[in-house]
Nanobody
Framework: QAQLAESGGGSVQAGGSLRLSCVAS????????MAWFRQTPGKEREGVAM????????WYADSIQGRFTISQDRAKSTVYLQMNNLKPGDTAMYYC?????????????????????WGQGTQVTVPS
């Protein structure tokens, strides 16, 4: 049974950093697009960053360019999201997602409807 387990959320002052982790199990990590999404109440879930499990190719949303970095440890089937210079606008529930498919040079983070599996989320709060 496929599972995604996020951790690392919390409350941090503006300008601070957090690193989120997502451990994947039950599917072939190297054939998956691993993505981070975030959502605030009343808003649509927004793609933040994506990485292909079998390569180093990454994609980022324009809103977080230069502040967030997605990375992975294939041996641990784990994807990370390093978040620096956090702002109150980054406050959200952060979700890990996986889409299983062959590599393709997509132009952007894959749409929310494509993903096969989702984690339960981890809350990030940056007080204003």
């Amino acid at each position: 049974q496929a599972q995604l387990a996020e951790s690392g959320g919390g409350s941090v002052q503006a300008g601070g950093s957090l690193r989120l982790s997502c451990v994947a199990s039950g599917f072939m990590y190297s054939s998956a697009y691993m993505a981070w999404f975030r959502q605030t109440p009343g808003k649509e879930r927004e793609g933040v960053a994506m990485i292909y499990g079998g390569r180093s190719t990454t994609w980022y949303a324009d809103s977080i360019q230069g502040r967030f970095t997605i990375s992975q440890d294939r041996a641990k089937s784990t994807v990370y999201l390093q978040m620096n210079n956090l702002k109150p606008g980054d406050t959200a529930m952060y979700y890990c997602a996986a889409y299983l498919g062959p590599y393709s040079d997509y132009r952007d983070i894959l749409p929310i409807g494509w993903y096969n599996y989702w984690g339960q989320g981890t809350q990030v709060t940056v007080p204003s």
